[in-house]
């Protein structure tokens, strides 16, 4: 099957190459759709369900992260997980609002949140936070017809073999009944109240109501449940927590800020780090692995993240979703807010901390993708590079570091 999903990918760039720019030509589209027929149909596709999907269907070139020969790139829209600040991605006027709505919704979803703590060892108010954060708890209506996005993406986006295989998936999804009305998604293809891919929605999609189908659309039970399962599918630990907020000591040493950095919780607590709003660490939950994140450098709130981090961040990579996700549900079930402020420390614009990546790079302290964005490694290798050259050690990236830099 990924031998012909190549071929294909091969066909949809040959067939963008011959074509002059802004006249990708529909004849073009509707050629490159029949090549997908055959890998439909091994996915159990009729050819009456393909062609009521692609019949007439246009290539929606307005969307990013596409490769067409001779137009400018279009960049994706700036996640706001990724070009906000902490400060600005986690409001406590967000907070208050959803988790007002998450209590309101853990009565009213009590049973079926307690049979899916049961079944899957998540908690409720865990996939009750990923369904506030991904679709504003179905408040917000996903803009894009799937079928259309997937069929762009595979064609002539930037992945056009990952997409190929999820435009695949969503056929399927239509021979197996979902309305082709309920298939809307972001520009990125997932669907559903928790935004699952269609692939995803094969592997963990749970028919949790009990009515004969997973419906990741409509039942709150269903979306939730296949949340929670793709949540256990990815490695979470049953019983524990996400993260521990900790208040860092002074002499804390940003660069251990790694996840290849762990040791048992209660050894963090014997370096100094702190415990937030006094709460009192089992001995059971002290001998947990855990590792440092310090998501402003040395500025802002400190966490020590065990394996239940890494699993949510599995479900959507960036730091500040899972410190979204996290503190959401726990403010659901009745916690305080972070215990540190966040700072009013700016963010670089991605140029800028690609050109930083780019250096530290150059000079062998990162060795991660040069893509903009300030993450774990980035942050650490910034450390580095102000250890060695006698700067403050904040991990954090600055106008005046980046300066620096380039003297």
Same mark, same amino acid.
């Given at each position: ?5 190549a071929?294909?990918? /091969?066909i949809?760039?040959?067939i ?7 006249a990708l ?5 509707q050629?490159w ?11 159990g596709?009729?050819r009456?369900t393909?062609?009521?999907a692609t019949r ?8 990013p992260d596409?490769?067409?020969p ?10 706001a ?6 400060g600005?991605?986690?409001?406590e006027a967000?907070?208050?609002r959803?988790a007002?709505?998450?209590?309101q919704?853990?009565a009213?979803y009590?049973?079926p949140?307690?049979?899916?703590e049961?079944?899957?060892g998540v908690?409720g108010?865990?996939?009750?936070a990923?369904w506030?954060r991904?679709?504003?708890? /179905?408040?917000?209506q996903?803009?894009?017809d ?6 762009t993406?595979?064609?002539v986006? =930037? ?13 399927k999804?239509?021979q ?10 972001s520009?990125g293809?997932?669907?559903?109240l928790?935004?699952f891919l269609?692939?995803e929605?094969y592997?963990?999609?749970? #028919?949790? #109501?009990? #009515? ?5 659309f ?7 449940a296949?949340?929670?399962k793709q949540?256990? /599918? ?6 524990e927590r996400w993260a521990y907020e900790?208040r860092?000591?002074q002499?804390?040493?940003?660069t251990?800020?790694?996840? #290849?950095?762990?040791?048992p919780t209660g050894e963090w607590?014997?370096?100094g780090?702190v415990p937030?709003?006094s709460? *009192? ?9 855990a590792?440092?994140?310090q998501?402003e ?5 400190s966490?020590?993240t065990p =394996?239940?981090?890494y699993?949510?961040k ?12 996290g ?7 009745g916690?305080?807010?972070?215990? *540190?402020?966040?700072?009013?420390n700016a963010?670089l =614009?991605?140029?800028?901390v690609e050109?930083?990546?780019?250096r530290? *790079?150059?000079l062998g302290i990162?060795k991660?993708?040069?893509d903009? =964005?300030?993450g774990m490694?980035t942050r650490a ?9 006698g700067l ?5 990236p600055t106008?005046?570091?980046?300066e620096?830099?380039r003297?």
């Amino acid at each position: 099957m990924r031998a012909r999903f190549a071929i294909f990918a /091969g066909i949809a760039v040959a067939i963008a190459v011959l074509m002059p720019a802004g006249a990708l030509a529909d004849a073009a589209f509707q050629q490159w759709l029949q090549t997908q027929w055959p890998a439909a149909q091994q996915l159990g596709v009729s050819r009456a369900t393909f062609d009521n999907a692609t019949r007439g269907l246009e290539p929606d070139l307005s969307l990013p992260d596409l490769a067409i020969p001779g137009r400018p790139e279009k960049a994706p829209p700036g996640q706001a997980e990724f070009v906000q600040t902490p400060g600005q991605y986690l409001r406590e006027a967000t907070f208050d609002r959803l988790a007002t709505r998450g209590r309101q919704l853990a009565a009213q979803y009590r049973e079926p949140l307690a049979r899916i703590e049961k079944e899957f060892g998540v908690p409720g108010n865990v996939v009750l936070a990923i369904w506030a954060r991904e679709t504003d708890y /179905g408040g917000y209506q996903l803009p894009l017809d799937a079928i259309r996005t997937l069929a762009t993406q595979a064609y002539v986006g =930037k992945r056009a073999a990952f997409f190929q295989n999820e435009f695949l998936h969503a056929l399927k999804m239509l021979q197996d009944g979902v309305p082709r009305a309920d298939m809307r998604s972001s520009w990125g293809g997932a669907l559903g109240l928790t935004q699952f891919l269609p692939s995803e929605f094969y592997k963990y999609g749970v #028919d949790f #109501d009990g #009515d004969g189908r997973a419906d990741i659309f409509h039942s709150v039970p269903d979306a939730l449940a296949s949340a929670a399962k793709q949540l256990a /599918g990815k490695g979470w630990q049953k019983g524990e927590r996400w993260a521990y907020e900790v208040r860092a000591p002074q002499n804390a040493d940003c660069t251990l800020g790694v996840p #290849d950095v762990t040791m048992p919780t209660g050894e963090w607590l014997k370096r100094g780090f702190v415990p937030a709003n006094s709460r *009192t660490l089992s001995a059971a939950e002290q001998a947990i692995p855990a590792s440092l994140l310090q998501p402003e450098g040395s500025y802002g709130p400190s966490f020590l993240t065990p =394996k239940n981090y890494y699993v949510i961040k599995d479900y959507n990579f960036s730091d500040l979703y899972v410190l979204f996700v996290g503190h959401l549900s726990d403010r659901i079930a009745g916690a305080k807010a972070f215990e *540190t402020p966040w700072s009013q420390n700016a963010q670089l =614009k991605t140029k800028d901390v690609e050109t930083m990546q780019q250096r530290l *790079t150059s000079l062998g302290i990162y060795k991660d993708k040069i893509d903009g =964005k300030a993450g774990m490694l980035t942050r650490a290798a910034l450390g580095q590079y102000q250890k060695s050259n006698g700067l403050k050690v904040d991990c954090w990236p600055t106008a005046a570091v980046l300066e620096h830099m380039r003297r």
